[in-house]
């Protein structure tokens, strides 16, 4: 039998197209690895514009039942200094309800999405590994026929198919089945649970700027606290001796209490932490007939934002509503139907990427230039009104608006430049013009776009 769609990963993307395209009464299979809950401390915060997604495909009721944390803003600690941004809730609602994310333990989300996606006819969860992609005609160049996999009896197993969708994540074997290039290692993120703590802004998002890296604070229960620790180039000392220590010496002093005294206590009992490596990877799309990637497998940044899953399934939707508008077996109108998902995800990709790539470099200041953009960042939060609401707009994934970016962005280097030239509070406090300062943030700001232009042209 050869199915519409064979779905390559049962993460949060794959499950959740699963669930949408059985839903419309694609024959569907759900091929994954390992089928019990990922055991994972990576996407556990949902922001508004990914909820909107989930309620959009009908898997809202997804986040309950799991301990989920409602979310309403984010906030950034720098020192002193906090500023708790919520997001926009003008006009964004969906059907009257308010405006939030949610935080969650990811296993415990992507085995109710798992749920759903088997629950819908038509899908069929398979539990291998795909090695391979089968092409008709067998030359390498061929268009894609299905999935040749392991089962977990170890024989090989084929999966013939209409259309293969790669959603096998960050190291995607399929994504190098067909020679696209690798994602670039941006840092690594260490994972530590605190318990019976919370953080000091409820139903918040957190960033502590803190050296060398930003440290990252999500309540995934409801007394329990995720810290994303964020070290750039290599690993402290080893993985784990020289982890614990980095994490007592250089992350405790640098949180408030009770986070300090919570994150020694995990320490002091032995509970080693877990490290991840973070990506970013440009998506260039894949133009092989009858082959799609999405999710991570497809394009990745910074975890700094909790963007990938708001990417992802605004991506499931789209990709979902390009696939199930076109018969099946109408190979041309499916590639257009592709064509079409890989241009309609730019808009909202472009922005997410682009945030997280210069919250990142700002938020990582180690040099004069961007510790003064960073000082304008939290001064433009500060002014409220649109130069709070436009950046939390773009966060929680409600205005997929690069432009918008592109203003908010310039208006914070410019608070910066001008900053250095005429004292602004919070930018610059010293009398005199500072043209040397005023340069070094200019310089700092393009240095900081730039990679950011660079990924968006590779779009
Ligand atoms: C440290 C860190 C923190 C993060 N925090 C957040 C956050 O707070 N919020 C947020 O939105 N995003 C976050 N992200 C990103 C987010 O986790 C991903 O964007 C999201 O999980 C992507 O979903 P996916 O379905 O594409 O991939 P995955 O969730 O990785 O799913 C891929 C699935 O494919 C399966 N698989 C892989 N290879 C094969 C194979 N050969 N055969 C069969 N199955 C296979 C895997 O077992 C897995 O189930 C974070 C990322 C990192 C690294």
Request: net charge positive; hydrophobic share 45%.
């Amino acid at each position: 039998m050869i199915h519409d769609v064979v779905i390559v990963g049962a993460g949060v993307a794959g499950a959740a197209l699963a669930a949408r395209l059985g839903r419309a009464g694609r024959r569907v299979v759900l091929l994954e690895r390992d089928l019990r809950p990922p055991d994972l401390f990576v996407g556990e915060l949902l922001q508004p514009g990914g909820a909107r997604s989930l309620e959009a495909l009908g898997l809202l009721g997804c986040v309950e039942g799991i301990d989920a944390q409602r979310t309403r803003g984010f906030a950034v600690i720098h020192g002193e200094e906090q500023r708790a941004l919520a997001y926009p809730d003008a006009t964004h609602g969906v059907r009257g309800r308010p405006v939030e994310g949610y935080a969650f333990h990811h296993g415990r989300f992507v085995a109710r999405l798992r749920e759903a996606a088997t629950q819908a006819p038509g899908v069929e969860l398979r539990c291998g590994t795909a090695s391979e992609l089968l092409r008709t005609g067998g030359t390498s160049d061929a268009p894609v026929s299905g999935v040749l996999y392991r089962d977990r009896e170890g024989r090989e197993q084929r999966v013939p198919a209409k259309v293969v969708v790669a959603a096998d994540g960050r190291s995607s074997r399929l994504r190098r089945c067909v020679g696209a290039e690798p994602p670039a290692r941006l840092s690594y993120s260490i994972g530590v649970l605190l318990r019976g703590i919370a953080l000091p802004h409820p139903q918040h998002g957190h960033v502590f700027v803190t050296q060398p890296a930003p440290i990252l604070g999500y309540q995934i229960g409801s007394d329990e606290v995720r810290l994303l620790v964020d070290v750039p180039g290599d690993l402290p000392g080893g993985r784990s001796d020289g982890l614990v220590q980095y994490l007592r010496t250089v992350t405790a002093p640098q949180l408030p209490e009770p986070l300090r005294g919570g994150l020694l206590a995990t320490l002091d009992s032995g509970e080693l932490p877990r490290v991840m490596p973070t990506y970013a990877l440009a998506p260039r799309p894949v133009r092989w007939p009858g082959l799609v990637l999405l999710g991570d497998a497809l394009n990745m940044r910074h975890p700094v934002t909790g963007g990938g899953m708001t990417v992802a399934l605004n991506d499931v939707c789209l990709l979902a509503e390009a696939l199930v508008a076109v018969a099946p077996d109408d190979g041309a109108a499916t590639e257009r139907a592709i064509a079409r998902f890989y241009d309609a995800r730019r808009p909202l990709a472009l922005t997410i990427d682009g945030l997280a790539g210069a919250l990142y470099e700002v938020f990582r200041a180690d040099q004069p230039g961007l510790e003064r953009m960073r000082a304008a960042m939290m001064r433009y939060w500060q002014l409220g009104g649109v130069a709070a609401a436009g950046p939390m707009a773009l966060l929680s994934g409600l205005s997929p608006r690069p432009a918008l970016l592109l203003l908010h962005y310039t208006a914070v280097a410019l608070l910066g430049v001008g900053g250095s030239l005429v004292p602004v509070p919070g930018v610059h406090v010293g009398g005199a013009p500072d043209v040397r300062g005023a340069a070094q943030v200019a310089h700092a700001a393009y240095k900081t776009l730039e990679p950011q232009l660079r990924r968006a042209l590779a779009h």
